[in-house]
C-alpha cells in the first residue's frame, strides 16, 4: 500500500483517538496536539515499566489487550517483539482501525489478531503472558468479574491503567460515563479506588505497585496530575522492586489546592498545617 492510498484510508474514519507516526510521513489526525502528547506520556509511564519488569523485550510473550482502541499499545507491543498479540474491543470501527495500523506497519499477520467482542460476554478463551487493562476498570461495573477473566488467561503480568476515586480505602465508588459509548455493559460503573485495585489483585494472587509517574509536561494529562487517574503493574511471580510506586493518596479531594485550601482541609479534620 502507498502513501496516497494509506492517507486516504486513514482519512475515511471520522475519527482517531491515537497519533499513529507511520512511513513516508503519513500520520492519523487526532483533535490537538495535547491529545497525542498524551498517549506518548502514557506510553513513557506505563508501557516502558512494562518493559522494565520484562528486561526491556516482550519477546516470547503473548499479549492480550482489552479494550485495544485503535490499537496503539497492541502495535507498541508488537514492535517491543510480543510472539503474539490480541487485542479486543467493543466497537468494529476501532478494530478496523487498528487492522489498518497493523497493515500499514507491516507486521506478520500470524502475530496479531483483532475481535471486535464485549469481553464479558465472549472472554478470550486463549493463554496469555501479559494483560495490558487500559481504560476498562472506570468504564465498567464489574471488577470482580473483569479480574478474574483476565486471571483466567494464566497471565504473569497484567497492567491496569484507570480512572480512580478518591476515596482513601478499598473502595469502590458509583460514578456515571459522561460519554456512554465508552460502556462495555452499563453507563453506571463502579471506579475503583487504589487500594480496591491492589485489594483485587490480591484476592488473585498478584502483588501490586501503583506506578509513581514524573511527567514533567502534563498538557492533555492533567488527570494524573490530579490523582484522578493511575496506573499499576501486577505480578505473580515477577519481581516489581525496581518500579518506583506513587507516593501516598493525599486525604483531600485534588481541587482542595485550588479553592480556598486552608478552609477546605481544616474542615476534612487536617487543619491548616498540612
Do not use: K
Request: proline content about 4%; glycine content about 8%.
Amino acid at each position: 500500500m502507498d502513501a496516497d492510498e494509506l492517507q486516504a484510508r486513514i482519512a475515511a474514519f471520522p475519527r482517531w483517538n491515537y497519533r499513529f507516526e507511520l512511513a513516508d510521513g503519513v500520520r492519523t489526525p487526532v483533535a490537538s496536539e495535547a491529545q497525542a502528547h498524551r498517549h506518548v506520556q502514557r506510553r513513557r509511564y506505563f508501557f516502558d515499566a512494562l518493559l522494565a519488569v520484562c528486561g526491556g523485550t516482550l519477546e516470547g510473550r503473548r499479549v492480550l489487550d482489552l479494550g485495544c482502541n485503535a490499537g496503539y499499545f497492541s502495535l507498541l507491543a508488537a514492535q517491543a517483539g510480543a510472539d503474539f498479540v490480541l487485542g479486543v474491543d467493543g466497537r468494529e470501527d476501532l478494530v478496523e482501525q487498528a487492522e489498518l495500523m497493523f497493515e500499514a506497519s507491516v507486521v506478520a499477520r500470524e502475530r496479531y489478531r483483532f475481535d471486535v467482542a464485549n469481553v464479558f460476554e465472549r472472554p478470550p478463551a486463549e493463554s496469555f503472558d501479559v494483560v495490558l487493562c487500559l481504560g476498562m476498570f472506570d468504564v465498567s461495573a464489574r471488577p470482580l468479574e473483569l479480574f478474574a477473566l483476565m486471571r483466567a488467561t494464566g497471565a504473569e503480568l497484567i497492567v491496569i491503567d484507570t480512572g480512580i476515586s478518591r476515596i482513601g480505602s478499598a473502595y469502590f465508588e458509583v460514578s456515571s460515563l459522561s460519554e456512554p459509548a465508552n460502556a462495555i455493559d452499563h453507563q453506571i460503573t463502579l471506579l475503583p479506588s487504589r487500594e480496591a485495585i491492589v485489594e483485587l489483585a490480591r484476592e488473585f494472587g498478584y502483588q501490586t505497585v501503583a506506578l509513581a509517574h514524573d511527567m514533567g509536561d502534563y498538557a492533555g494529562v492533567e488527570d494524573y496530575r490530579r490523582g484522578q487517574r493511575l496506573a499499576f503493574v501486577c505480578s505473580r511471580q515477577t519481581a516489581l522492586a525496581g518500579l518506583d510506586a506513587a507516593p501516598a493518596q493525599t486525604r483531600w479531594p485534588w481541587w482542595a489546592d485550588a479553592l480556598h485550601p486552608r478552609a477546605l482541609r481544616a474542615r476534612l479534620g487536617g487543619g491548616p498545617g498540612i
